[in-house]
């Protein structure tokens, strides 16, 4: 069964840094992407950025490119994703999906699984 935890949500003042993990379990990590999305309320869920485990191959939303990095702990099965510069617009609940088809696509519907999300939310 394929298992996607996420954490280290939380509250964070505008201009700081966060880092978020997935931990993944149930699957052949090699035959997979895994991504990172994030929903604010009344908006769709967005794309941020995306790594394949067999290379490590990634791929980011031009609007966080620069600002978000993704990485894989490769030993504990575990993808980061570090905010950094944060601002009020960050504020969503975030999301990691894994996907078999290890094409990073921006479409949540391309991703087959998914975690239960974690609040992320920037204060003034």
């Known amino acids: 069964e394929v298992q996607l935890v996420e954490s280290g949500g939380g509250l964070v003042q505008a201009g700081g840094s966060l880092r978020l993990s997935c931990a993944a379990s149930?699957?052949?990590?090699?035959?997979?992407?895994i991504g990172w999305f994030r929903q604010a309320p009344g908006k769709e869920r967005m794309f941020l950025a995306g790594?394949?485990?067999?290379?490590?191959?990634?791929s980011y939303a031009f609007s966080v490119k620069g600002r978000f990095i993704i990485s894989g702990d490769y030993a504990r099965n575990v993808v980061n994703l570090e905010l950094n510069n944060m601002n009020a617009e960050d504020t969503a609940v975030y999301y990691c999906?894994?996907?078999?088809?290890?094409?990073?696509?921006?479409?949540?519907?391309?991703?087959?699984?998914w975690g239960q999300g974690t609040q992320v939310t920037v204060s003034a």
């Open positions: 999906a894994a996907s078999n088809r290890t094409v990073i696509a921006i479409s949540p519907s391309h991703w087959a699984y």
């Open positions: 149930g699957f052949t990590f090699d035959d997979y992407a």
């Open positions: 790594i394949r485990w067999s290379d490590g191959t990634t």
